[in-house]
């Protein structure tokens, strides 16, 4: 079975600072995807970032990216320069091909004035 | 930008009563999705489509059904609300080009029933 851990409930930075945001999975599968989703008060969730398991550059969004580590099922979200509109619930999520996601429990992250 | 629409976006209603939510996406996906999510914690599969007229039940039971008589559209429905269906409930799509593996959300529905 396909699992996700996010060991940070909540999380707590100054605004502008780099923050970090940690995320480890479990899969038998070879061949998977890996995705971080933004949920702002508002509640609508939004692609935040993808990694595709077979690809071993990391990949980046303007000022977010992740360090996937394969062998050790690692996957966390570094966002750079953070801002007061970063303030969401972050889930971490797995998936294969075009099936199912499976979720994270969520990190609650707060940038602070 | 993504497409994915849903009604009501709010939602009170007593128990026993019959309610739909809906969801519709102008996107062309194949898939659609729906979750349950209480506030603050994590997304639960309750069912998910893999095209018209193919349905199937996600992870977390649920007493709802769903429909996808059409592409773009894929309804929820309690026959008989109870409080313990109050929840936010989230649609998703994806399944399309490049980024098939990608889901794309709406913005959910958040049902409160008494």
């Known amino acids: 079975a396909q699992t996700v851990t996010q060991s940070q409930p909540e999380m707590s930075v100054q605004e502008a600072e780099t923050v970090t945001l940690s995320c480890t999975y479990d899969t038998s599968e070879s061949n998977y995807y890996l995705f971080w989703y933004k949920q702002p008060p508002s509640r609508q969730m939004i692609l935040v970032i993808r990694q595709e398991a077979y690809k071993q550059q990391n990949a980046t969004e303007n000022r977010f990216s992740v360090n996937f580590q394969k062998a050790a099922k690692s996957f966390s979200l570094k966002i750079s320069d953070s801002q007061l509109g970063d303030t969401a619930m972050y889930f971490c999520a797995l998936g294969q091909g075009a099936q199912k996601l499976v979720f994270g429990q969520g990190t609650r992250l707060t940038i602070n004035p | 930008e993504a497409d994915i629409y849903q009604t009501p976006r709010y939602l009170v209603i007593g128990t026993g009563k019959k309610i739909t939510l809906e969801c519709s996406q102008t996107m062309g996906h194949d898939k659609m999705y729906w979750y349950q999510q209480d506030p603050g914690m994590e997304l639960h599969l309750i069912h998910y489509?893999?095209?018209?007229?193919?349905?199937e039940k996600g992870d977390l039971s649920s007493e709802s059904t769903v429909s996808r008589i059409r592409t773009e559209h894929f309804p929820l429905t309690l026959e008989s609300a109870r409080p313990s269906h109050t929840s936010q409930y989230l649609c998703?799509?994806?399944?399309?080009?490049?980024?098939?593996?990608?889901?794309?959300f709406g913005p959910g529905t958040r049902l409160l029933v008494l």
């Open positions: 489509s893999y095209g018209v007229n193919s349905t």
């Open positions: 998703a799509s994806g399944g399309r080009g490049r980024v098939k593996e990608t889901q794309y």
